[in-house]
Each structure stands twice: as structure tokens, then as C-alpha cells.
């Protein structure tokens, strides 16, 4: 399995607070991403990073921040948590977006419920 | 259209047989594919990826590309409960980002 860890693993909040999760990996990838999984839309990506301090927007990124500090930490904020956010989180990983290195490797999710 | 489309199932096979999973894409610069399954409450697992056209076997499973008619499906033979799980289709678009499909849901019956 690749080495990629998640926390929390569930949280429940109440609207307007804000979140922060947390994706650790251990593989040294470049590159990390955030999506989210609902029913009936099925995987959307947030953010992504491309390196320390770089990132970029995916296709659902309102309400949402990313932060990457260290090559193997991603954060993803809420800044006032809706329940339109209420979802599973996951965190995946790659060593490129080209090529036969461009495979994503997830972490375990992250349950999360605003109330 | 959707970029990448999948039946949602639930397909439901007896064990022992071949389930065949198929997706289709619109993106016709895409040039990597991987099918990911995910058991109920878990995260996606790759099972494999593709690149060229035509057959690529891995035990029990084979993934098959057509990049002509945009099609690109999963076979898997000899069927197990085990298998029963939701099937991601995945595809890499020629801007370079993953985009995946909602999956087919497959149901193996001992």
C-alpha cells in the first residue's frame, strides 16, 4: 500500500466552523491532490499540488484552501464549513501527470458531516 | 456529454462467470486509463492501468483499449464474491488532469 495517511478519519462540525484536514505521505510523490465523493457525482478533485507551495484549483474548489508546506504534507481547509460540504475526503498522491508514472494512489478518506 | 461515462449498475453476474465493465471518454487526446475499485466505505484501489490499444491481462483481469471509438473496458474472469465492489473508470485527459466516471457497482452471487 501506498504510504499515505489521513486525519481525522471522521469529523462532525457545525456550519461556519472552519476544518482542517491532513494528508501525510511517505513516498516523496510530487504531486497530491484532495477529492471529494458523493453519491450520484462520484470523484471531484478540489486542489492538487505540484510542489512545495505550488498548487492549483480543480474543478470544485470554492470554499476550499489548500496549503503545502513540505513535500509530504497537504493540507485542505474549510474556512467555514456548509453543509453542501459534508462529503468523503480523499487525499491521492502520484509521481507525475504524464507518462507511466502518473498513477494516483489514495489515502483511507476522510468522513466529515456539518451539522 | 459526460467526459467519462460508466453504466452504473448494479451488474450482477454468478460466480464463475466473466463480468464485463466498459466506460466510454470524449476526450480523444487522452492517453492513460486505469480502472480503481472501491469495497463499500473504502477508498479507490487501482487494479491496473492502460496505455496502448488493444489487451492487457493481469491474472484474472484484462483491461481493453479502443482509442478510436473512445471505449475503454475491464474484463474479469472467473468471477468471486470478492469482486463485488464499485468499479471506477478513470481517464487522464490531454490537459493532463484525472477525470473519473461514477462506476459501475458489480455483484458477484455465490
Known amino acids: 500500500d501506498a504510504g499515505i495517511t489521513q486525519s481525522p478519519r471522521h469529523k462532525v462540525t457545525e456550519t461556519g466552523t472552519p476544518v482542517t484536514l491532513r494528508c501525510h505521505q511517505t513516498e516523496n510523490h510530487r504531486y497530491m491532490y484532495w477529492y471529494r465523493q458523493d453519491p450520484g457525482h462520484g470523484l471531484r478533485l478540489i486542489h492538487y499540488?505540484?510542489?512545495?507551495?505550488?498548487?492549483d484549483k480543480g474543478e470544485v474548489s470554492d470554499g476550499y484552501s489548500v496549503s503545502r508546506s513540505k513535500t509530504e504534507d497537504f493540507l485542505l481547509t474549510l474556512e467555514s464549513a456548509t453543509s453542501s460540504q459534508t462529503s468523503v475526503y480523499f487525499c491521492?498522491?502520484?509521481?507525475?501527470?504524464?507518462?507511466?508514472?502518473?498513477?494516483?494512489?489514495f489515502g483511507p478518506g476522510t468522513r466529515l458531516t456539518v451539522l | 456529454q459526460k467526459e467519462v461515462e460508466q453504466n452504473s449498475g448494479p451488474l450482477s453476474v454468478p460466480e464463475g462467470a466473466i463480468a464485463s465493465l466498459n466506460c466510454t471518454y470524449s476526450?480523444?487526446?487522452?492517453?492513460?486509463f486505469f480502472w480503481y475499485r472501491q469495497y463499500s466505505g473504502k477508498s479507490p484501489e487501482l487494479i491496473m492501468f492502460?496505455?496502448?490499444?488493444g489487451d492487457k491481462e493481469d491474472g484474472r483481469f484484462t483491461a481493453q483499449l479502443n482509442k478510436a471509438s473512445q471505449y475503454v473496458s475491464l474484463l474479469i474472469r472467473d468471477s468471486q464474491p470478492s469482486d463485488s465492489a464499485t468499479y471506477l473508470c478513470a481517464v487522464v485527459r490531454s490537459q493532463g488532469n484525472l477525470i473519473f466516471g461514477k462506476g459501475t457497482k458489480l455483484s458477484v452471487k455465490p
Open positions: 492502460i496505455y496502448s490499444n
Open positions: 499540488s505540484y510542489g512545495v507551495k505550488d498548487t
Open positions: 476526450d480523444r487526446g487522452s492517453q492513460s
Open positions: 491521492a498522491i502520484s509521481e507525475s501527470t504524464r507518462g507511466a508514472t502518473d498513477t494516483q494512489y
